[in-house]
Each structure stands twice: as structure tokens, then as C-alpha cells.
């Protein structure tokens, strides 16, 4: 099922974008730099719907359609039932089987994709050249040394993006697969290999992102 609001699709573009190219040059703990966002159609009115469903499977963006390496399998279940509980929390009814006869009111699909970024960091040579002096009583230095132990380094470090959108299965057409995006949760940070600080982050980060959607209430 295709995302049709081009009004939402113009406010989440430049999100993605401001929540994973906004790090520092130095990073010294990853949970610093974690970023949640939203965006939702003002027009719409969230009161009117009732029931939800989420989509069993976190969908990888990646060029061939293969899961990411960066991400980890293992998280998923979890971040699929911080999305219900907080669906359930604002008032929601999940709809756990759905089907062409009998769909909720909400639709809710979970993307991941990772960004890699480096840095280098130039060493220093010292000063390679020859200083010819002010005049002849004063007749300058000769060839300045360098200093190879200081070559200079590359650093590397991965971020990780979920983005969590929901859908008016009202809106859905058969024909084209598309339907209105009401709401888009956007949580970007840095991977880590740790689970249980990984665990604890998605947590805050995905429960922020309905917080502060205080308009998201059945």
C-alpha cells in the first residue's frame, strides 16, 4: 500500500533530512544525539477512527531489497510493540487479523534505513620549506622537519532511521495501491552494538513521538 499526501510528503522530506544531518563532528555518547519528529495532516480528524492494525514486518530500505546489515532482526518485535501499546495507550482498538472484508480504520507501516558517514582527519607535517630571511643579518632557517607520527586518521559512524507511518484505509484505491498518510513518526540516532541501551533508547524515542502528538487521540 503506496502514501499518497503529497502535503504530508512535502513536510517529511525536509524532516529526514534535518534529523540525520544534524551530528557533530565529535560524538561522545550515542543517546545524546537521538532525534524524534512528526508531521500529520491538520485536516485531519483523528477522533474519527477507531481501530488499527500494524503491519507484522519492519520493511528495510535498501537499493536490493535485502535487510540492512547495519540493522539487527532482533529489535523488531519490540519496536512493533511499543507502536501498539502506544496506539492502545491514545485510545486505539487493535485489529489483529485483518482482511479485504474486514479492515481497520488505521494502518500503520514501520521503515528502517541506515546512513554511513566518514570523516578524516588530517594529520600534520610539519612545515616543509625554507624561511629566506629579513636581510643579510638575519639569514633565516633552513628546511623544517615533519613529523610522521601524526599522519592523520579516517572515522566512520552509522546512524539508523525509523520511520513509522499511518494510513486512512478509507482513502485506499485498488487500482493505484495508494492511500492517505495521515501521521509520520520519524526517530533517527546512532546504531550501537549495545542491546539493552539500544532497547531503553527506542523506547524513549518511540514513546516521544506520540507524546508530543497530543492530537492523536481517539
Same mark, same amino acid.
Given at each position: 500500500?503506496?502514501? %499518497? +499526501? ?31 519528529? %512528526? ?13 488499527f492494525h500494524v503491519l507484522d514486518t519492519i520493511i528495510h530500505l535498501t537499493d536490493d531489497g535485502e535487510d540492512d546489515p547495519n540493522f539487527s532482526r532482533e529489535h523488531d518485535e519490540y519496536i512493533l510493540n511499543l507502536i501498539r501499546d502506544n496506539m492502545i495507550a491514545k485510545g486505539f482498538t487493535e485489529m489483529e487479523n485483518p482482511d479485504s472484508l474486514n479492515m481497520p480504520d488505521l494502518m500503520l507501516f514501520t521503515e528502517a534505513l ?24 638575519? #639569514?633565516?632557517? #633552513? ?50 552494538? +549495545?542491546? %539493552? +541501551? %539500544? ?7 518511540? +514513546? ?11
Amino acid at each position: 500500500m503506496k502514501r %499518497t +499526501n503529497f502535503r504530508l510528503l512535502l513536510m517529511v522530506f525536509p524532516l529526514i533530512a534535518l534529523l540525520t544531518g544534524c551530528y557533530p563532528d565529535k560524538i561522545d555518547y550515542v543517546d545524546e544525539y537521538d532525534i524524534a519528529g %512528526t508531521v500529520y495532516d491538520e485536516g485531519a480528524d483523528f477522533s474519527s477512527y477507531t481501530t488499527f492494525h500494524v503491519l507484522d514486518t519492519i520493511i528495510h530500505l535498501t537499493d536490493d531489497g535485502e535487510d540492512d546489515p547495519n540493522f539487527s532482526r532482533e529489535h523488531d518485535e519490540y519496536i512493533l510493540n511499543l507502536i501498539r501499546d502506544n496506539m492502545i495507550a491514545k485510545g486505539f482498538t487493535e485489529m489483529e487479523n485483518p482482511d479485504s472484508l474486514n479492515m481497520p480504520d488505521l494502518m500503520l507501516f514501520t521503515e528502517a534505513l541506515s546512513s554511513d558517514y566518514y570523516q578524516y582527519w588530517g594529520g600534520w607535517g610539519g612545515y616543509w620549506g625554507y624561511y629566506p630571511g629579513w636581510d643579510w643579518w638575519y #639569514p633565516g632557517y #633552513p628546511w623544517y622537519p615533519s613529523y610522521p607520527w601524526y599522519p592523520g586518521y579516517v572515522s566512520s559512524y552509522s546512524t539508523g532511521t525509523l520511520m513509522i507511518e499511518m494510513l486512512d484505509t478509507e482513502t485506499y484505491d485498488p487500482e493505484d495501491h495508494t492511500a492517505d498518510m495521515l501521521w509520520m513518526g520519524v526517530v533517527d540516532g546512532l546504531l550501537s552494538s +549495545n542491546k %539493552t +541501551n %539500544t532497547r531503553t533508547r527506542l523506547e524513549k524515542q518511540i +514513546n516521544q513521538l506520540f507524546e508530543q502528538s497530543d492530537y492523536l487521540q481517539q
